[in-house]
């Protein structure tokens, strides 16, 4: 499509859209919910067309080789075996199902564990990136909130920490959390504003 | 959102607020775009030290051949968490831009498949309006990861394969963000990140170098250079901020006084 035509088009249907928020006109209404519905199956298909961008990706780093072309291997002929299983059994299928339980779960419940351990070395790091006022708060408030939420061994709990763990979970952090909202709302607003008088074309308009 | 002294809004009530926020930050875009396009004054911005060591990354992987690493997240692009993707395809468009003269072309990753589509189409218009098309590579564009730990977990390995030399991560991060910092932290790269999560912000403050806090996400076309628009969004938001803190400041004080009633009163009808 032409570029002032596509971005005619984007603007036009990205303004129906907004107006059947803020103005109850039924065939605006339904218009909205179908434009919506459209966009959802572009979704879709697009999610396909990133599944077929990944398997190329793969493809091409297995035909290149080298050490990490076994991974490339690996990735593709799970997919595919998982395409075909879930395709042809069906997604609440036994083998479907024990796919998930016994291959993804596993993996991404490990992933989990390897994200609290680098969590935490991220925060000893930071002392070392970042010796500054505010790392030291950062750090100082983690300590207190993880010792207020999970008693001691033998000890239990710390009296006193569970009251102060309240306070900064209720009151500074939800301050400090309600600002950078409303920050990322503006931010937000702007940007879709932005998009809607034409200005930003992520279509390649 | 839509409840003010503890009672909400009606639909009507919702709809003028909607539209009034609207129109005011569309007029407000307009008046600073022309007026910046009329003045061409100099821009005066607060220096943010992760825009300025962005800046000086795209000229270092352009000199060293190395590659530069944009990713936009597992955000989806038909949700409410696409905002910063969007910015972040406006920094992928100026990036390109700035090193399209680089052996290594810009990757983009997206855990999205509308988003990796629109990074792909962001490169590829990209090197044409610096005349180079023949440089773009499908494959520049890609799609890591459906779910939260397969983004990460697809785009580790890009970090750590590609001759990436610095990163930037504009899009919807949770903490999984730890774990492709990590393996930024491991190559050595530069990463500057920013997301809209508040929980993935804390672990960003935490794991990268240079973090964007809030708002500091959205000004990231604004500092690359993308345009006077860019400009008047900055501008925009101050303005925004400063209505906020009055109203806050304002409503604070009614309540403290007992005065808070006198709003409801105010707005007959428009409030349940």
Redesign the interface.
């Given at each position: 499509m032409k570029a002032p035509v596509s971005t005619a088009v984007a603007i036009a249907v990205g303004i129906l859209i907004?107006l059947g928020?803020?103005?109850?006109i039924a065939a605006l209404l339904s218009l909205r919910v179908v434009l919506?519905q459209w966009?959802?199956i572009?979704?879709s298909?697009?999610?396909?067309?990133?599944?077929i961008?990944?398997m190329?990706?793969h493809w091409?780093k297995l035909r290149k080789g080298g050490i990490?072309a076994v991974?490339s291997a690996i990735l593709l002929l799970s997919l595919l075996a998982t395409i075909v299983v879930v395709g042809f059994f069906g997604p609440t299928n036994v083998w479907s199902v024990w796919i998930f339980n016994n291959i993804q779960l596993p993996?991404?419940s490990s992933?989990?564990a390897?994200?609290a351990v680098?969590?935490l070395?991220?925060?000893a790091?930071?002392f070392r990136?970042r010796l500054d006022l505010f790392s030291i708060v950062?750090i100082v408030t983690g300590v207190i909130v993880l010792l207020g939420t999970t008693p001691f061994f033998f000890i239990g709990d710390i009296p006193g920490v569970n009251i102060l763990r309240s306070f900064i979970v209720q009151v500074p952090a939800v301050a400090g959390?309600r600002?950078?909202?409303?920050?990322?709302a503006?931010?937000?607003?702007?940007?879709?504003?932005?998009?809607?008088?034409g200005?930003?074309r992520?279509?390649?308009g | 959102m839509y409840i003010i002294c503890g009672r909400q809004l009606n639909r009507e009530m919702k709809a003028i607020l909607g539209l009034t926020v609207l129109l005011v930050v569309t007029g407000l875009l307009l008046l600073y775009y022309f007026s910046s396009r009329r003045k061409r004054t100099a821009r005066l911005v607060r220096d943010i030290p992760a825009y300025s060591r962005l800046k000086r990354a795209v000229g270092l992987a352009v000199e060293s051949g190395s590659r530069l690493h944009i990713s936009f997240g597992r955000g989806s692009l038909i949700g409410e968490q696409s905002a910063p993707a969007l910015v972040g395809l406006s920094m992928l468009e100026r990036i390109t831009r700035a090193a399209s003269v680089s052996d290594k072309p810009p990757l983009a990753t997206a855990g999205d498949g509308a988003l990796a589509i629109l990074a792909q189409d962001t490169l590829r218009s990209a090197y044409r309006l610096v005349g180079v098309e023949s440089q773009y590579d499908p494959n520049s564009g890609r799609f890591v990861g459906p779910a939260t730990l397969p983004y990460a977990a697809g785009t580790m390995p890009v970090i750590d394969e590609e001759q990436v030399s610095a990163n930037v991560l504009i899009g919807h991060f949770g903490s999984e963000v730890a774990l492709i910092n990590e393996a930024a932290e491991r190559k050595g790269c530069l990463t500057v990140a920013g997301t809209d999560d508040i929980a993935g912000q804390s672990v960003l403050y935490a794991t990268v170098e240079e973090s964007l806090i809030g708002e500091e996400v959205f000004a990231g076309g604004a500092y690359l250079g993308a345009g006077p628009m860019h400009d008047a969004s900055l501008r925009t938001q101050d303005i925004l901020r400063l209505l906020v803190v009055i109203v806050v400041v304002i409503g604070a004080i009614l309540k403290l006084f007992g005065l808070d009633t006198f709003i409801i009163q105010l707005i007959p009808g428009g409030l349940r």
């Open positions: 907004l928020y803020f103005i109850p919506v966009a959802i572009l979704a298909f697009a999610l396909l067309v990133g599944i961008n990944l190329r990706v091409a990490n991974y993996i991404e992933l989990m390897i994200l680098v969590l070395l991220a925060g790091r930071l990136r950062f959390a600002g950078i909202i409303i920050g990322v503006l931010g937000t607003i702007v940007t879709g504003v932005r998009i809607l008088l200005s930003d992520p279509y390649s | -």
